[in-house]
């Protein structure tokens, strides 16, 4: 139980266009989704948090009009890079919790993450 | 703001050994912690959870430890297998200013030599 999964698991653009990541929970009704971004040899540092049917709130440093986060429904959340550029390659990881056995779940489940290179 | 460090960074011990990874955070108001290897270029593989109220957690192998009050965990692998190469993440989970908060430790780059 608990799957999170991440479409594509890799991406490839080129500078300037715009890319969306899904993540999505298989077999739970994920109630908050995360998204977490790492840069090559560093540790997972969060973008954003969002609750399924509400605006997300985003971690100081990150612009939310450049990564539109979408959870519109329990089980899916869409992380979207517009406009993106170089700087923006890195390895993009949801997570969700949410609703377990009844009572809510603090522990977080990830996805397999997302490996995205702008040329 | 919590602050999660991770010593060593990076660690080599040949196959058979024992070997305790450590793990300390500045806020030791958490209600979780948690234990992820992750493979190169990969996810994250979660490996034990230690909730507030418990001081270990145990599987297979591998035993957390967690100490609140001197905001400090470890990670103890008993007789390492070069299938146990990987990085180490410790995460704690705490309330900030009333948004629930995982921060990741730096990491321990483990590698079993055979």
């Known amino acids: 139980g608990a799957v999170v999964s991440q479409h594509p698991s890799w991406v490839i653009c080129k500078s300037g266009t715009s890319v969306k990541i899904e993540c999505r929970s298989l077999?739970?009704?994920?109630?908050?989704m995360f998204w977490y971004r790492q840069f090559p040899k560093q540790s997972l540092m969060l973008m954003a948090t969002?609750?399924?049917?509400?605006?997300?709130?985003?971690e100081q440093g990150v612009e939310k009009d450049k990564f539109l986060i979408n959870h519109a429904s329990l089980t899916l959340s869409t992380l979207t890079v517009t406009s993106a550029h170089p700087e923006d390659s890195s390895f993009y990881i949801c997570?969700?919790?949410?609703?377990?056995?009844?009572?809510?779940?603090?522990?977080?489940?990830f996805g397999p993450g997302t490996r995205l290179t702008v040329t | 703001k919590q602050e999660v460090t991770q010593i060593p960074a990076a660690l080599s011990v040949p196959e058979g050994e024992n070997l305790v990874l450590n793990c300390s955070f500045t806020?030791?108001?958490?209600?979780?912690l948690q234990w992820f290897r992750q493979d190169p270029g990969k996810g994250l593989t979660s490996l034990l959870l230690?909730?507030?109220?418990?001081r270990e957690q145990t599987s297979g192998r591998l035993n957390a430890s967690l100490d609140k009050s001197s905001g400090r965990s470890t990670l103890y692998i008993a007789a390492s297998q070069p299938g146990d190469s990987a990085t180490y993440l410790c995460?704690?989970?705490?309330?900030?200013?009333?948004?629930?908060?995982?921060?990741f430790g730096t990491g321990t780059r483990l590698t079993i030599i055979p």
């Open positions: 077999d739970f009704q994920a109630t908050t």
């Open positions: 969002s609750n399924e049917g509400s605006k997300a709130t985003y």
């Open positions: 806020d030791s108001a958490i209600y979780n």
């Open positions: 230690i909730q507030s109220s418990q």
């Open positions: 997570s969700a919790r949410g609703l377990a056995g009844g009572f809510q779940s603090y522990e977080q489940y």
């Open positions: 995460a704690v989970y705490y309330i900030n200013f009333g948004n629930e908060k995982l921060t």
